[in-house]
Each structure stands twice: as structure tokens, then as C-alpha cells.
């Protein structure tokens, strides 16, 4: 195992090293994040990864913000690859969660079935496993044998009010009923995570930031993602907006739990939304 940058200045350690992975050398980070301020952590030599699985390259939106439009070419996995290569991983005990994206991963449910449950039967029970989706599948959830092993779903979701949240997607993605529906519908609700792109023109101010929570409380869904729109072009570089002009540490309804400090590089904070009629959700 090689390291490949000198110490960093506060730290004792290089900020990265080279792992090797299935015969391939891999630039990785080093360090753990800061959290609340604290000194970085150097990682444990077995430095595992999070591995991101794209079932289908196939999307029903065509969303201007999308920063994976370029590199989706309509194709498909095959699982039998898939399942040899997920194996060779397991016995090199790299992998320390999966991701699985896409494209849209419920375009194809029979195939996801089968990528949830092979990654399951592969890396055993203990695997954090988390789906992201536009939603517009979450009606067949049902159909995924082992749902309930999965940590989390991320419902891409930047506006509270239908018309606009569709126009954004330029597709069909569920409406606030349907949304209610789908989360009703299941008794273990943490699993469901909303993500929102802040936007100026669409959810770019506090006051737009509050009323996006109330619609979580509403919806029944226990925490919102946020994330500045990465800029890739026209369109999100003039919705271009800093994460903190929005959520701020002097707003009475933001109580604040962490935050974690990547370098320069990013940033991210938790925190919990109270609403004014008492209603409570994460952020």
C-alpha cells in the first residue's frame, strides 16, 4: 500500500493513498472527516468503500440539473457479471456499503429484485444498502423481496408544490398523494429520505426552506437532503445558491447536531426542523 501526498498540516498522516482493488490501484482518501471541529482521523488500513451499483442506464425525467445525463447510454447490467464481480469483492473485504442509482432503478424492478437480493445473500444481513429513485416506481417497492433490509430510499423531490416539482423532473414522478400513499403504506417510514437540490428560484430562501419541511411533516417522511445544485451548465449555474444563506445557524427553528468538514472540498451539518404548529423532522 502506497501513500502518495506529504503530511498534511493538521495532521500526522498523507491525506491519501493507493489501494489496491480486483488487480487495479485506486486513489482513495485517508483521512475521516472532522466532526464538530475535532482533528482528522487517519482510516484503518483495511479502507473499505462505498460501491455504487447503476442497474440501468434507462431515466423516464430528463431533469436539467442531472449530473449524470451525459454518461447514461440506455444500457443494462448483467447480473451474472455483476455477481462475480460482487463476490471477488467480498472475499478482498472491500466493501462497506452499496449504493444502488442510476439512470432510475425502478425502471427495471425485476432486475433491482435481483441486484437487492444477490448483494444481500453476498455481503450478509449487515450491508448498508441504500436506493435512489425519482419515485416514480416506489408503487412497485413491494415487488423487492428484501426491502426491508434496506437502509434507506432517496426520494429525489426539490419542490413541495406538484406542478413545479414535475416541471423540474420532465417527467412523471408522484404526486403529493401518491407520495402519501407509498409512505403510509409501510410501517418502518425511516427508511424514506427526501433529497432536494436548493435552487434560487425554487427552494433558494428560508422562508421557501421552512415550507419544504412543513411538507416533509406533512408527507410523513423523517428527513430531507439538502445539497447545493452542482454547477454543470447553464441552468444550475443561474440557480447557483450557498447552502448557508439558507440554512443558518440563526434560525429559530434549526436546532443544529453536528457538522462535518471535508478540507476545502465540502462541508455538511444536521440538524432538526421544528414547524409551528410543533411538527418535528430531521435535516
Known sequence: MENLTDKCSTCSFPKTRIINVLGKDILVKNYICSRDGEAYRE?????????????????????????????MHGNTLDPKILESVLRRLKEADRIRGISITGGEPFTDVVLLD?????????FGDMLEMSINTNGSGLHDMHRIKRIHDVDTIHISRHHYDDKINASLFNGKVPTNEELKEIVNSVSYKDIFVFNCILMKDYIGNREELHKFLDFNIEIGVPKTGFITAMQINDFTRAQAVSYEDIISRD?????????YQDYDLCRCQDGVYTSPNGGICEF
Open 43 to 71: 482510516k484503518p488500513d483495511n479502507n473499505q468503500l462505498q460501491l455504487s451499483i447503476i442497474p440501468t442506464e434507462i431515466c423516464n425525467c430528463n431533469c436539467p440539473y442531472c449530473v449524470a445525463k451525459d454518461t
Open 114 to 122: 435481483e441486484i437487492v437480493s444477490m448483494c444481500f445473500e453476498i
Open 251 to 259: 434560525d429559530p427553528n434549526l436546532l443544529f447536531t453536528r457538522r
